[in-house]
């Protein structure tokens, strides 16, 4: 998780109060509402990444150039997660419960789609990185702990989307194909 200094706790908080808004509310300036809801915590680190790269991006360089070209990747890696990477993960609790009905159906077509572009989605990781990684360097050259530890942080995140939440992402696709109906 992200440091908790003085903003990113007010973010943070500013983030759970926007989850009790109509899915999409809470991003209604970022981005258009999802067809399926995503995560409440997935949800909120977006929320805060974004605010927290936006606070960065209006420093002066090296820092804020940095962060103003982290801050374009992620917004738009964020926006197709929202549409069909992190909608299935809704699920991940009642397949753990054993609960799989037909109609979470809708959740076959998204998973299908992470593993059709599970390179593309590689590169843009592998390209966010990248750019925090700038960050970092620009960090570290103006004497910028919070960006630091942000840009740490935050490209810890983008492993974590590769390691655990696509291979459990394509789990859900393969426990819902094992357990349904034929015709989905």
Same mark, same amino acid.
């Given at each position: 998780?992200?440091? %908790?200094?003085?903003?990113?706790? #007010?973010?943070? =908080?500013? $983030?759970? &109060? ?9 991003? *209604? @300036? ?7 809801? /995503?995560? @409440? =915590?997935?949800? /909120? ?18 820092? #804020? ?8 990747? /992620?917004?738009?890696?964020?926006? %197709?997660?929202?549409?069909? /990477? ?18 979470? $159906? ?10 059709? !572009? %599970?390179?593309?989605?590689?590169? !843009?990781? =592998? ?6 990684? &700038?960050?970092?360097? *620009? ?12 840009? !740490?942080?935050?490209? #810890? ?5 590769? !390691? ?12 819902? %194909? $094992? ?6």
């Amino acid at each position: 998780m992200h440091p %908790r200094s003085p903003t990113v706790v #007010g973010i943070v =908080a500013l $983030a759970a &109060v926007s989850w009790l808004m109509p899915a999409g509310a809470a991003f *209604a @300036q970022a981005a258009p509402a999802a067809t399926h809801p /995503i995560p @409440q =915590a997935m949800r /909120i680190e977006q929320k805060e990444t974004i605010e927290q790269l936006t606070i960065l991006a209006a420093k002066p360089a090296p820092v #804020g150039p940095a962060a103003k070209d982290a801050l374009a990747l /992620i917004q738009k890696h964020y926006a %197709r997660e929202r549409e069909f /990477i992190l909608p299935p993960l809704t699920l991940l609790p009642l397949i753990a419960d054993g609960k799989v009905t037909p109609d979470m $159906a809708w959740a076959l077509p998204m998973t299908d789609r992470v593993r059709a !572009e %599970r390179e593309q989605i590689f590169d !843009e990781h =592998a390209e966010t990185t990248e750019a925090l990684n &700038v960050l970092l360097v *620009a960090a570290v050259e103006a004497n910028d702990n919070d960006a630091k530890e942000f840009a !740490e942080s935050a490209a #810890g995140d983008s492993l974590t989307d590769l !390691e655990i939440l696509e291979p459990a992402i394509l789990m859900i696709g393969d426990t819902l %194909r $094992a357990k349904l109906p034929a015709a989905h």
